[in-house]
């Protein structure tokens, strides 16, 4: 009877273990389970996350250098469009002073004069400009009849103020050149003197 019972309290203590065996191994499906959830729900999430934000800045990486490479592209493009346009500038002014030292017979101070003489419209325009918006007339001079040279002090104002613009001789002097005789006068070399009235005896 002994034996029996003994042997039914192992069987219930061998059940037991099992059960509690058979509960464990549920309790660690379960903990597995519920982890995998938790992963499928918050981890693959995140690491998709992470893996769709470097996939976006490495696509923003690649469209900023290609924007930048482009942008490079055009300004080397302008800038030698650019030296190509001024290159080309140059050589045909280059050709053009050629063409004018042949015309002056090799001579390049001849050729300098030529060039001087097609710019003189130029310079005579711009003594022209300094002179023209003085208005004499609105000018008020009392004059003693006193002055240097024996002209008087209004002569000597209107002489001053046209010394001022250097005559055309003086231009081309400066230049290291001599201005052609037929644009030569005596009265343009000769400095400006105003007309005195003559003084009316009483």
């Known amino acids: 009877m002994r034996i029996a019972l003994a042997s039914e309290k192992v069987q219930s203590a061998r059940a037991l273990e099992e059960a509690y065996l058979a509960e464990q ?9 519920e982890r995998s959830t938790q992963n499928a729900n918050v981890v693959i999430p995140a690491e998709i996350a992470k893996q769709r934000a470097i996939i976006d800045a490495q696509a923003e990486a690649e469209r900023i250098r290609k924007q930048a490479k482009g ?22 002014q280059a050709e053009g002073y050629r063409e004018v030292v042949s015309a002056a017979g090799g001579d390049p101070t001849k050729a300098f004069q030529l060039l001087l003489i097609e710019k003189l419209p130029e310079l005579v325009k711009t003594q022209v400009e300094a002179v023209k918006n003085i208005k004499i007339n609105k000018i008020t001079v009392w004059d003693s009849g006193q002055g240097e040279n024996g002209n008087g002090s209004t002569a000597n104002f209107v002489s001053g103020m046209m010394k001022t613009v250097p005559p055309l001789n003086e231009l081309f002097n400066m230049a290291g050149l001599n201005l052609p005789a ?18 009316s005896e009483e």
């Open 25 to 33: 191994k549920a309790e660690t499906a379960r903990a597995e389970r």
């Open 182 to 199: 037929y644009l030569k006068s005596e009265d343009l070399e000769k400095p400006f003197q105003a007309k005195e009235e003559p003084k």
């Open 71 to 92: 942008e490079a592209d055009a300004i080397y493009a302008k800038m030698e469009a650019e030296a190509k346009g001024l290159f080309e500038i140059l050589t045909k």
